[in-house]
């Protein structure tokens, strides 16, 4: 008997944040299965809806080249700051500039995406354009590649031309720079010398032959200043010095002349080299680039699965209702068990009243029912291991709003109270809306309010209860005045004359949120029991209703938690479903412990 006071429900250790969120979601399956299935469904009408889009590409070798102070520096490739110089490509070539001229030599162009990208560690720029008609895409993508090549030869042919009129023509010496400014003409000789412009050039100053003409000039110079000293300048030593000065300041001058002359051709386009490079033209593609219908709708079932779960466990840290023992970590009060939801009972009740059958009793229904005489055994032995048994004589049932089953759980708490061979009365105090009756298949004639105004004895109320040993007190005829009823010393009396012929008084009372009798009946009792509807009551509901029993210093025991969907708590319904079988296999009935 012992082995079955004990709730399984309770008795489950608490896996954490991850096993509550498993426990949610098992729960609410369909309704995450629906998310995921409503975005699937979506994705497809979304991505049968999209056009095929085709993707043409090209390549473009670029050599990376300098604006130098010379020609022969601005044709060699250089390497330094290539990030820089690759990401301003890809810009003009994606620009507004070059699609305008693209626009226009194809116009009319129809809609188009562009993109460009340095290949890793290369040279080279990978042009992509994607259009609906693959043969557009890959005519666009070339004349894009065409129109950015010609550009940048134009733009260099426009770099050579401005250098080139800072070198000077040939045969111009000092004599004529200085005659042409002082003329006023060519404006681009007024600041500054183009010989000297063209000396200082890289492709001369770093030429070897210059270097070593230079340098042997400065050493003949450096001989006949130091023979002028000692000998006359018609000396042969100082003519020989003299000759050789001339023949290396010629020598040196036609050096220049010919590196100048190289330059020119160069500037000029007579041998101009070309730093940009068309490596492959696009063509136009044999099947779609987008959309990747497959991926999409995956990816977006997979977000129908997130968003469903997401939104299930969202929905449960919300909900403030208690509807189970995994409720209570914010509750002010000790949990003391569950009880079932007795659909079939309910059902039951409803089609008897309304065929005004017999009523059907809660006897037979804990007798057939194992989980929910177990549930109620439980209930039963938290309640009596709260408190001495002096202290639990009078105990009293009430709920904070109506329909949440403090009557049912009354009832059966009471039934299960005399398993233990002790007497128990049932008084029906809830006299507004009397129901107890209905639960043990008795009637309701003459009962509590008759006693409270006179017009009925103790032994008149008291009833037996068929198929057990329980008495019960039914509400008996409506009143106005309950509260005054209940508050009057005959209520007081009768609690008296019941604890001295019963063992223990179970007293169910109105809802005490907005009514005031279970607040008056508090002070007669020894012990009371907060019963909760599964998601029926909010947790601020039952912290205002303890409040206001703490405020007259007769606080509840605990709390009962009554309708439990135990389908509804995930894995421990399997539990639940093996629990029952077990009775089967033996076949036994489950006994009331």
Avoid at 181 to 194: L, P, R, T, W, Y
Avoid at 311 to 340: A, T, W
Wanted: hydrophobic share 40%; charged share 25%.
């Amino acid at each position: 008997m012992q082995g079955f006071e004990k709730d399984p429900l309770n008795d489950q250790q608490d896996g954490g944040d991850a096993s509550e969120h498993l426990r949610t979601i098992l729960a609410n399956i369909w309704l995450i299965l629906a998310v995921t299935a409503l975005f699937c469904l979506a994705s497809v009408v979304y991505h049968s809806r999209l056009p095929n889009m085709y993707t043409a590409g090209a390549q473009i070798l670029v050599e990376k080249v300098d604006v130098p102070k010379s020609s022969q520096e601005m044709m060699m490739p250089s390497f330094r700051g290539e990030e820089d110089y690759y990401g301003t490509q890809l810009a003009i070539l994606t620009g507004r500039k070059v699609a305008a001229i693209v626009a226009k030599e194809l116009e009319p162009i129809p809609p188009y995406a562009i993109t460009a990208r340095r290949l890793p560690k290369t040279r080279i720029i990978a042009l992509s354009v994607t259009q609906r008609d693959p043969e557009w895409a890959a005519k666009i993508a070339n004349k894009f590649a065409e129109v950015y090549v010609r550009e940048g030869n134009r733009e260099q042919l426009f770099i050579g031309e401005q250098i080139l009129k800072l070198i000077p023509e040939e045969d111009m010496d000092s004599k004529d720079v200085e005659l042409i400014q002082q003329a006023g003409s060519m404006e681009q000789v007024k600041q500054f010398n183009k010989k000297e412009y063209a000396e200082s050039l890289s492709a001369i100053t770093n030429d070897p032959v210059i270097q070593r003409l230079r340098n042997e000039k400065l050493e003949i110079q450096s001989r006949i200043s130091e023979m002028s000293q000692r000998y006359k300048p018609n000396h042969p030593n100082v003519r020989d010095l003299q000759e050789r000065l001339q023949y290396v300041e010629n020598e040196l001058k036609e050096r220049t002349r010919r590196i100048l002359s190289n330059i020119r051709a160069t500037l000029g386009g007579e041998s101009r080299i070309s730093n940009v490079k068309i490596l492959e033209e696009a063509y136009p593609p044999g099947i779609p680039s987008s959309p990747n219908r497959p991926r999409g709708i995956l990816i977006h079932t997979i977000m129908g699965l997130m968003a469903g779960v997401a939104l299930v466990i969202g929905f449960e840290r919300m909900n403030q209702k208690i509807r189970s023992d995994r409720d209570f970590k914010n509750v002010p009060l000790p949990f003391l068990g569950n009880i079932p939801l007795l659909e079939g009972f309910s059902k039951m009740k409803k089609k008897s009243i309304e065929l005004k059958r017999k009523a059907v009793s809660l006897v037979d229904a804990l007798k057939t029912d194992p989980i929910l005489s177990d549930a109620i055994a439980s209930v039963r032995t938290h309640i009596l291991f709260s408190m001495p048994y002096e202290k639990s004589r009078r105990i009293m049932l009430t709920s904070c709003i109506p329909d949440e089953g403090k009557t049912t759980v009354s009832v059966l708490l009471s039934l299960s109270l005399t398993t233990l061979g002790r007497k128990i009365l049932l008084i029906d105090a809830d006299m507004r809306r009397p129901f107890a009756h209905n639960y043990v298949g008795t009637r309701n004639e003459k009962g509590l309010s008759d006693y409270l105004i006179g017009q009925a004895t103790m032994e008149e109320i008291v009833r037996d209860i068929e198929g057990s040993t329980l008495k019960m007190i039914s509400a008996g005829n409506q009143t106005p005045n309950p509260s005054e009823l209940v508050a009057s010393d005959r209520f007081k009396q009768l609690l008296e004359y019941a604890e001295q012929h019963f063992d223990r008084v179970v007293i169910d009372v109105p809802p005490v949120l907005f009514i005031p009798d279970g607040l008056i009946i508090a002070k007669h009792v020894h012990s009371g029991v907060l019963v909760c509807g599964s998601g029926m009551v909010h947790k601020k509901t039952v912290q205002q209703v303890k409040e206001k029993f703490d405020s007259i210093g007769h606080s509840f025991i605990g709390i009962v938690v009554n309708k439990v969907d135990y389908a509804a708590t995930g894995g421990r319904y399997k539990y639940y479903q093996s629990y029952k079988s077990y009775y089967a296999k033996a076949g036994k009935k489950a006994e009331v412990a």
